[in-house]
């Protein structure tokens, strides 16, 4: 145990350490360890073996102790030193009758004892007996008062149930809700986005069809410009009238080349219009 005592400290100075676990170290007694130990509040010496008690220090703030699967028959009066004590763990000891588990009712602060698997469970009346004996102890082998079974009892009384499951599963499912919520309101955002595309697309290809009609005017305007038929033209044909038959046949080419331009163009023009 000594050895054991000595790694568990890792260089720390007693006074610091707050909680040991010395499990299945061999020892028939309790060898190394001092009132040193001020602070230690849990303290676990589970199968090491002890036949008793002697030797346990005065540990004034030690509120858990794990003593379970030894060999100890008796001399519990040896943790007086340890009035704070709330949790003791005797299960699978030698305790075989009520007058051993008598010095226990000097810790009025000792909520949850454990004697499974010892002797004095077989008692008539084992149950009312013990806590009439601790009248501050609420869980007796796993099971309160009314016998009902409750994974553990915490100083302030309170018990661990199934409502810890309950309160998780509720904010899972409104978290999956929540999840459901989100997703479909990325699927309208994405309807919206696609719809905004769809306007975008008509918009770009009404700017073509627009864009085609301006050019195809602009250039029916140039062409008119640069040779083609104008008014002014036709308005010249009547002061030519007595001319030359050669000044005559330049005009009917200048107007017929006018006339399958202008045609040519309204031609192009019409699937703009459409």
Known sequence: MEKRLALEKRGRNPSQIRELILDNCRSTTIVGLSDEYVNL?????????????????KLPN????????????????????????????LSGNKIKDMETIEPLKQFTNLINLDLFNCEVTNIDNYRDKVFSLIPSLQMLDGYDKDDEEVEEVYADGSEEDGDDDDENEDV???????????????DEDDDDEADEDGDDDDEDEDGVATGEEVGLNHL?????????????DSEGDDDFDGADGEEEDDEDDDIDGGLRFSYVIVKEKKPSLT
């Open 41 to 57: 509040v849990a303290l676990s010496l589970i199968n090491v073996g002890l036949t008793s008690l002697k030797g346990f220090p």
């Open 172 to 186: 899972d499912g409104e978290d999956d809700s929540e999840g459901d919520s989100d997703d479909d309101d990325d």
């Open 220 to 232: 029916y305007k140039s062409d008119l410009e640069n040779g083609g038929l104008s008014p002014q």
């Open 62 to 89: 030690l509120e858990k102790l794990e003593l379970s699967d030894n060999r100890i028959s008796g001399g519990l009066n040896l943790l007086s030193g340890s009035p704070l004590l709330t949790h003791l763990n």
